[in-house]
């Protein structure tokens, strides 16, 4: 359980530093005017500079569409990190600027917020006394919003939902400050393995579109949420002719706490089955990743050990359909809809397996402690996958 937790007073300092310190000098601006007032609708969406296309068309993964697509929208991109090479978009796309500014009024604040936590927490000893507040990028990104909502006629808004902080605070302020603007949350994803986050807080959209009934299910039934709020569709993002398969592959996760835990328990992994059960594998790092310096130090020691050991993995891949999952990951769950032999290493177990109480339609086989193998008997109640012409243009989904 949660109370069996255990983690060192530097661990919880860090974490503590990171919610209040670091992301508090992440600023964001809107360096564009719009020149129009005709837009009733927004989708709040990410950057990726890959889908930026032609003549200033983007295209967004979540929803598989481009901008020009979707009539009397404003679309709103937010930067995942900072870009200095400066991007041309059409007249309805906006890409908010991201910045780390520092400034001393905010970090003598947020320094005197940090020791106070700390007090009050009785140096970690009370975590209930532990207040975190919403930082600024989350009353940055509203004010943002605030502005254009009363520049433009909005009557709806939709966005990927994750439950992230900023996408609460966000709800919760728009609902109360505009009743008649509807939300609408899109699952491009699969839930967590504790979806704990998704817990009905009175701060969620007002309508939230799922891509399987399973999911849909677990909403209701475990997490609070009211039937009418939640929507099954076909995805909009997983399709089911797609080139690119999930066989013979390692898949990293967003987060790795410990990156030696995880090798060892992989290497555990293989030594479990005997020689040429596992197939050659490709190492896939989280695309958000790419620079993390955990994620490439546990990759360069996959890699050398593939290689020390590249006698006792099968060479012709034929045959096989194997996947290895590291840490929190929904593609666990696309790996089995995919019909891939799906198996998963958990840094921790109570955070990242995937447990009955909430998932009754996976069978778990436990080869040790923190590694299982997963089976589902019917595909198809996780993802829903759609065809190519399942878009945000083209379903149901009264946007």
């Known amino acids: ?238 399709k089911i002719n797609t080139n690119s398969t999930m066989y013979n592959k390692i898949y990293l996760p967003y987060y790795i706490e410990d990156e030696m835990k995880f090798f060892k328990l992989f290497k555990l992994l293989i030594y479990s089955k005997p020689k040429f059960f596992f197939p050659k594998f490709k190492i896939k790092n989280h695309p958000s990743m790419s620079n993390s310096k955990c994620h490439l130090r546990l990759i360069k020691k996959i890699k050398n050990f593939l290689k020390n050991e590249k006698f006792f993995f099968k060479t012709s891949s034929s045959n096989h359909k194997i996947s290895i999952f590291l840490g929190s990951t929904a593609a666990v769950i696309e790996g089995l809809e995919r019909k891939a032999r799906v198996f998963h290493i958990c840094g921790n177990d109570i955070f990242e397996k995937f447990d009955n109480f909430y998932w009754k339609e996976i069978k778990i086989k436990n080869i040790h402690k923190n590694i299982y193998e997963y089976k589902i008997q019917k595909k198809g109640n996780f993802i829903r996958f759609g065809n190519e012409k399942d878009t945000l243009s083209t379903l149901k989904v009264n946007f």
């Open 1 to 238: 359980d949660f109370a069996s937790q255990k983690y060192s007073f530097w661990f919880k300092l860090r974490i503590l530093f990171k919610e209040l310190v670091l992301i508090n000098y992440i600023k964001l601006e809107c360096t564009k005017k719009i020149k129009s007032k005709k837009y009733e609708k927004i989708i709040l969406s990410y950057f990726f500079p890959e889908n930026l296309k032609n003549k200033g068309q983007y295209f967004d993964k979540y929803f598989s569409i481009k901008t020009k697509d979707i009539k009397n929208t404003l679309w709103i991109l937010i930067p995942l990190e900072n870009y200095k090479k400066k991007y041309e978009f059409s007249d309805d796309t906006i890409l908010l600027k991201r910045k780390k500014k520092f400034n001393f009024y905010i970090t003598f604040q947020i320094l005197l917020k940090f020791v106070e936590n700390l007090i009050k927490s009785l140096f970690f000893l009370k975590l209930d006394y532990i207040n975190i507040d919403n930082n600024y990028f989350d009353k940055n990104l509203f004010k943002i919003l605030d502005k254009l909502i009363i520049e433009n006629n909005i009557k709806k808004i939709l966005y990927p939902y994750e439950s992230q902080p900023h996408q609460n605070y966000l709800n919760y302020n728009i609902k109360k400050k505009y009743s008649n603007i509807k939300i609408i949350g899109y699952m491009h994803t699969v839930i967590p393995p504790l979806p704990l986050e998704y817990i009905k807080k009175n701060c969620e959209p007002d309508l939230l579109l799922v891509n399987g009934s399973s999911q849909k299910n677990i909403l209701i039934k475990k997490l609070g949420w009211p039937s009418n709020k939640v929507k099954c569709i076909s995805s909009m993002r997983y």
